[in-house]
């Protein structure tokens, strides 16, 4: 044993002497400290946490069963050792009753008092290192509530013993819900999947995650989770990848969406301009003239394809920076309306209505022209059945709103937040094969943002669509930096 530290209380000065000198032959690095009083012995255990305190109970004044009771009302882990008279067993049983940890009968027996402080003194290591210990746990737990991954803590019966905050935040259980239960039954699907949760013997770069769905409240969630191995059970920590699944996915079918998309045009130039080259082939004045338009239609609809690509790479890269100039709204308005009037099928009308002599407002006035033009260009391209398509312009009290209204398919109100996700297309069953690349209104959404406005949509299923893009008259912050390569695309 080592930097061990007793006390010893007796009034009998021969004892002070006798027992310390037993304690420095038999037991190796154990300090003795004695007084002759409880008095004096209360002021010293207030100052120091002892291994052990042995005592005598007949003390004058406060006796030693008195003292026991002082000492469990303040140091309750320190055993505390009596020592009793020959014949003063009613005392000893009085004492153990009191939460003493053992008693010695004079004349003391030098080795049995030996072997007790020893067993005293390991005793007491052990709730200090118990105490370290739950200590040590309590403030993992408080640590552990502050990550951001979920975590867990499942033991070799199953049954769930820590559960954190970020676990009741990603999965919607609540600490009160799961612990104490095993975890095929608190944790929806967890049954289904838990053989597929890669475990390790170890934390490391080596241990790799797997990635698995669960049903919570018929909500579909799919975490990224691994597992610890140790003694008592498995550590899990997870976190939630529905959305970064869900991107993966819109990806996917964003890749497809675009080869598409570009092979229509490439063919249709490819098959074109080879038609121009047979030798073979005897190309009139106006087959010429309809094959070059149908090269520079396509060629067009390919740049448009490339520029919304580009132009979301630099809008998520932060390299985009907008510009700031008076813009005359109204001039803007009808211009894009003359030029769409020119390109639209016969069976739409396009019109532009709302507030006539509106004060010029300071905005980048390229982007906002390009946020305008999808709107327009969307409106034609979901109006297969012809009908007015109307750009109004209005003043609010707060600054402009410019509505762009359709008489075409319409959008579900469920999919009104939706649609201004990148990559996100409405199913095809609603938009009768119209396509895209999913990325146009996640770009007005964004360049609206960064003019200082905002843009909202109303619609209702099979009779159209109102978008609306709300200006603020104020000028635009500045923004420091080059304005973007990206050319805004044009209007045809």
């Known amino acids: 044993m080592k930097h061990s530290r007793v006390l010893l209380v007796d009034d009998d000065s021969a004892l002070l002497e006798a027992l310390p000198e037993t304690v420095r032959l038999h037991m190796d690095g154990v300090e003795i400290d004695t007084c002759d009083s409880a008095r004096e012995a209360l002021e010293r255990i207030e100052a120091i946490d002892y291994d052990a305190i042995v005592t005598d109970i007949k003390m004058p004044g406060m006796d030693g069963l008195a003292l026991l009771l002082e000492i469990k009302e303040r140091r309750p882990s320190t055993p505390t050792l009596l020592i009793t008279g020959h014949g003063e067993r009613d005392l000893a049983v009085r004492a153990l009753r009191g939460g003493a940890y053992d008693f010695l009968q004079k004349p003391i027996d030098r080795n049995y008092f030996v072997a007790s402080l020893e067993r005293a003194i390991q005793l007491r290591g052990l709730d200090r290192r118990v105490e370290d210990q739950r200590q040590a746990l309590e403030r993992h737990a408080r640590v552990l509530e502050h990550v951001g991954d979920g975590v867990f803590l499942v033991d070799v019966d199953g049954v769930i013993r820590l559960w954190n905050r970020s676990a009741e935040r990603i999965?919607?259980?609540?600490?009160?819900?799961?612990?104490?239960?095993r975890a095929g039954e608190a944790i929806p699907g967890w049954a289904d999947v838990a053989s597929l949760v890669p475990t390790w013997p170890t934390p490391g770069p080596a241990g790799g995650r797997g990635t698995?769905?669960?049903?919570?409240?018929?909500?579909?969630?799919?975490?990224s989770i691994s597992g610890i191995e140790f003694s008592d059970g498995v550590v899990y920590a997870f976190r939630d990848v529905t959305d970064e699944r869900r991107i993966d996915s819109l990806k996917d079918e964003f890749?497809?969406?675009?080869?598409?998309?570009?092979?229509?045009?490439?063919?249709?130039?490819?098959?074109?301009?080879?038609?121009?080259?047979?030798?073979?082939?005897?190309?009139?004045?106006?087959?010429?003239?309809?094959?070059?338009?149908?090269i520079a239609s396509e060629a067009d609809r390919l740049a448009r394809i490339i520029n919304e690509i580009l132009l979301a790479n630099h809008i998520d890269s932060g390299r985009l920076?907008?510009?700031?100039?008076?813009?005359d709204v109204t001039e803007l308005a009808g211009g894009l309306v003359e030029t769409l009037r020119m390109v639209a099928p016969e069976s739409i009308r396009i019109e532009v209505a709302g507030s006539d002599g509106l004060p010029p407002i300071e905005t980048d006035g390229d982007r906002l022209r390009q946020v305008l033009v999808n709107l327009l260009e969307n409106a034609v391209k979901y109006s297969p059945d012809g009908g007015v398509v109307e750009l109004r312009i209005d003043r609010k009290e707060a600054g402009v709103r410019f509505s762009v209204r359709d008489q075409g398919l319409g959008i579900p109100s469920s999919e009104y937040e939706r649609i201004f996700d990148k990559f996100y297309r409405l199913d095809p069953h609603l938009t009768r094969g119209v396509g895209g690349t999913g990325l146009g209104l996640y770009i007005c959404r964004e360049l609206v943002r960064r003019l200082g406005g905002r843009i909202s949509v109303s619609s209702e299923t099979g009779r159209g669509s109102t978008f609306f893009v709300d200006l603020p008259v104020e000028p635009l912050p500045a923004t420091g930096g080059e304005t973007s390569e990206v050319?805004?695309?044009?209007?045809?």
Not at 171 to 181: N, Q, T
Not at 321 to 327: S, T
């Open 212 to 223: 698995v769905p669960l049903d919570i409240g018929g909500r579909e969630l799919w975490i």
């Open 255 to 294: 890749v497809a969406t675009v080869s598409h998309e570009v092979r229509t045009p490439l063919s249709a130039i490819y098959g074109a301009s080879m038609t121009l080259q047979r030798k073979d082939l005897e190309v009139g004045a106006d087959d010429r003239a309809r094959l070059v338009a149908v």
């Open 321 to 327: 920076r907008m510009a700031r100039e008076r813009v």
């Open 487 to 492: 050319p805004a695309a044009s209007a045809v």
């Open 171 to 181: 999965m919607g259980l609540s600490e009160a819900a799961v612990l104490e239960r």
